[in-house]
């Protein structure tokens, strides 16, 4: 008697359809998941610049300032969105809006965000020495998913950062 290795065409076109069913349901999930891990580093590389300004504003007994920045060396013309990367700066001459003088030391340069949109209701942000921001303000951070998807980081009167799912009143984010 001769056995044959082998699969029958019905086991093969089983196993095909059973695959595909699989991968139908783990793509979108792993999109998520993509997503989510994009815009998870923009939130935390945003909460870490505001935290080393404020740190380094204390460490240097001065102003330090973040800005929007194109080119990673100067603030970009207020009203430009953030996505397209900011600076920490040591704000010597404490400037407001803070623009970024050719002698004042750039600490920290941060890319931008090709994923998403990030925007914010103030043009810079400054921290004085004994670690205040001296206003208020929030940042929030939208991908292609729209409001269900943003985070917003609002920054309080100390200069403390904290992440926020919506708006004070329960309301979706702006992701317009």
Known sequence: MCRHAGFSLTELLLTIALLGIVTGFTVPSLRTLQLDAARNRQVNQFVQAIHLARSEAMKRNATVSLCPSQDAQTCAAPGTDW???WIVFANLDRDAPAIRDPDEP????????????LRGNRATLSFRSFGQSGVTATFTLCDSRGSDAARAVIISQTGRPRIALQTATGHALDCA
């Open 83 to 85: 996505e397209g990367g």
């Open 106 to 117: 750039v600490v920290q340069a941060y890319a931008p965000w090709r994923g998403g949109r």
